[in-house]
């Protein structure tokens, strides 16, 4: 048995050790699979996982994670962006039972439930989304700029690429957003409404922020970047571009996209609701002071004289004529004609 050990060994030392290590997982060869494994470095495994990433060999990956590899190593790429972005959905779910970091991104500012989404995987979105052991800020809490222009920022986020291409698993997301309080049937409900109202949260602002600096690094004659860093010029900045966008609000994404079954969601409506009865005060305040100028205006033009019979007899005294009670039919305020 060891010399046939060994002869299968020789045979495969002429490929890539990697290589040989995956192939013997994949076909359970569990003696040739530790010899292989006992023979690599450190980065060749770490190159190792992410080849099993890459080729969705998820028997390869399980056997690495249980040797403690870094699930978060990058060697060639990451391993997480890469099993996403690929549709692999076990490979997915072992890195991130493996505590893997579920906010990492690419160059694009993609994390890997937005290259799952892109690449139109559901089953690897549904995977992330239902394991609980992972918080979902980690994966919502995350913006793109994608267009800067003079009406504001043109941004996306994973809720949104779920409302456009999966509205479906938009509205489970929805659903786990609103929890119940004391059990079922209780009829007390808390709202989590950040991701729909996100251009209020800091998250959004970070990263806009992030964006504007980049940005503005590129550009060397810019130095004046190191003095807005300091002050709040830059907040405010993106603070008045960001609400100058209403296209880029969640809402107006669902009427985009005529999404109306998460239009009628209990977390909109819920919002709205709470926007009204914040806002309902200065609405009825503003109405009233609209309403007094309106009276007062009314007033105003009822006991005014026309401007035309005013005009008409100032002409007439400057022209010494009496033409102004023939002209519009009241005599008694005519001004007389002088001899």
């Known amino acids: 048995m060891v ?12 490929y890539n050790r990697i290589d040989g290590l995956l192939e ?4 359970e060869f569990t003696a040739i699979r530790d010899f292989y494994y006992d023979r690599l470095s450190t980065e060749q495994k770490k190159e190792a996982l992410y080849r099993s990433c890459a080729r969705g060999n998820s028997l390869a990956l399980e056997f690495l994670i249980s040797k ?11 391993p997480l962006l890469t099993a996403a972005a690929r549709g692999h959905e076990k490979c997915v779910v072992l890195l991130l039972e493996a505590r893997a970091d579920p906010s990492v991104t690419d160059d694009r500012g993609y994390n890997g439930l937005m290259l799952a989404i892109e690449r139109k995987h559901e089953a690897v979105v549904k995977a992330m989304l239902e394991l609980k052991n992972i918080d979902k800020s980690s994966f919502f809490q995350r913006c793109t700029v994608v267009k800067e222009s003079f009406l504001g920022f043109t941004y996306i986020t994973p809720l949104r690429m779920l409302i456009k291409d999966m509205p479906e698993i938009a509205k489970q997301f929805l659903d786990s957003c609103v929890e119940e309080h004391y059990g079922k049937g209780s009829g007390m409900y808390e709202y989590d409404s950040q991701y729909i109202d996100d251009l209020e949260q800091s998250w959004v602002s970070k990263e806009l922020q992030n964006h504007v600096l980049q940005k503005r690094c590129q550009h060397p ?10 002050s709040k010029e830059l907040q405010n900045y993106v603070l008045q571009k960001r609400r100058q966008h209403p296209e880029n609000h969640v809402i107006s994404c669902m009427i985009e996209n005529k999404r ?9 409506s819920e919002w709205i609701k709470q926007k009204w009865q914040r806002a309902q005060i200065i609405y009825y305040v503003v109405l009233a002071v609209y309403c007094i100028f ?5 007033a105003f033009a009822t006991v005014s004289p026309r401007p035309a019979d005013s005009i008409a007899c100032t002409m007439a005294v400057e022209n010494n004529t009496s033409s102004c009670g023939n002209t519009f039919g009241n005599t008694s305020k005519c001004v007389p004609r002088l001899l």
């Open 294 to 298: 309106l009276a007062m205006l009314t």
């Open 24 to 27: 013997a997982c994949w076909l």
């Open 68 to 78: 403690r590899v870094d699930p978060n190593a990058n060697c060639q790429g990451c």
């Open 221 to 230: 004659e810019n130095h004046v970047i190191s003095c807005m860093k300091k």
């Open 3 to 14: 010399i046939l050990l060994d002869s299968l060994c020789v045979e495969h030392m002429k």
């Open 260 to 268: 109306l079954e998460l239009l009628d969601h209990a977390l909109v």
